[in-house]
Each structure stands twice: as C-alpha cells, then as structure tokens.
C-alpha cells in the first residue's frame, strides 16, 4: 500500500538534535524529511541558583520532570555537579517524558497512563499526602503553572520565604534543608531551563 508520505515534503522545526529521529521515520515511510530548527533551547536563566539548588538536591523527596527537554536539559546539569542523589524519587508527566528518565537510567518513575498531562500527574496517590516532603519541578521557564499552582492548594509552601513568600514559584526554597521547616508542610522549588527562542529572523531570510 502506497505511504501517504510517499514523495511528501516535511518540514521539520524541532529544536537543534531533537528532529533527527522523526526525519528517519518519514525517510522510511518514502517522505523527504528536511530538518530546519526554529527553536533554540537556551541555558537556564539563574545560573548561581540552579547550582545552589543541585547541590541541596539530596534534600528533596522527588524531582518533577515536565517534559523530555527537561529531563535532558535538568540532568545535564545534575550531571555536570554531581551523581544523582540516592532517595530522590523522580517523576513525569507523561508517558513520553519517564521513557527519557528511564533512558538516562531511573528505572522507576512515578508517571501517569496515557495520554498523561500534568493534571493526571497531581491526581496521582504519590502526590495527595505530601505534607512535610520536599518537591522539586523541572521545567522551561515561562512553562504552564497548573502543576505547581495545583501542589500549592495542597499546603506546598516555602518555610524559608517570609510570610510564605510567592508560594507558587518560589526558587528561594532551594535554600531550606529542613531548619525551621513546618513539617505539616511541604516546600517546593521550581527549577527552569531557558525559553525556547524561536528563531523566526531564519524563516524571514529565506522568504
């Protein structure tokens, strides 16, 4: 049977390295795959608070992945300070995001069934008693805050940040190892890579 991407042009505009799996599967299905990254994901934003949290990172309970970018992004600086501390559990939003996790070596994940959203990931029983833990969430900065805004209405807060501080992104708790914690609370960081900038300026050069 004739491939509906037989002789097909696809544009890809995945971000650098992210579009070379998909362009071999549309190879094979007879389509011409030409990769054009309009995407760039950059460094992340706090660079001395990214290294102060990865350093206390063995005083969390579980690290929250919400998406593959992340995963990737997050574990190479992990990597790049230090081993993955033992005790920290990980977690993902979807299905598509733990294989990743999974593929840098956490063989168990804490993910909810297909199709799996951040919605499914807070409605999981890992996270519905989480007074006194510690969480903390990986994602690309100016991500969707449900999760976060979500785990809030849970008594997620930052013991460290006076009067609660902005309780739902509130870095500062990457400081709080347990001293003067409420241990009827949780506190939850939120750790960020770079936007993903997309480079129109190519698109227009070549209009």
Known sequence: MRSPLQQRGVLILRPQGLGD?????????????????????????RPARLAMLI?????????????????????????QRRHWPEGVRVA?????????????G???????PPPGDSEALAALPEFQDIAGQNLVIFRGDGGREYLARALAAREIVCPASPEGGDRRQCIT????????ANPSRASIAIIVHGPAARAFERVRAIA
């Open 21 to 45: 799996e998909l362009a071999e599967v549309i190879r094979e299905a007879g389509g011409n795959a030409m990769l054009f990254p309009t995407i760039e994901i950059l460094p992340a934003p």
């Open 55 to 79: 350093a206390r990172l063995h005083t969390f309970d579980c690290a929250i992945f919400i998406s593959p970018t992340a995963v990737r992004e997050g574990l190479r600086e992990v990597c």
């Open 92 to 104: 993902a939003v979807g299905q598509g995001t733990a294989q990743v996790l999974r593929d840098a």
């Open 106 to 112: 956490h063989d168990q994940v804490i993910a909810p």
């Open 173 to 180: 708790c990457q400081a709080c190892d347990g001293a003067g």
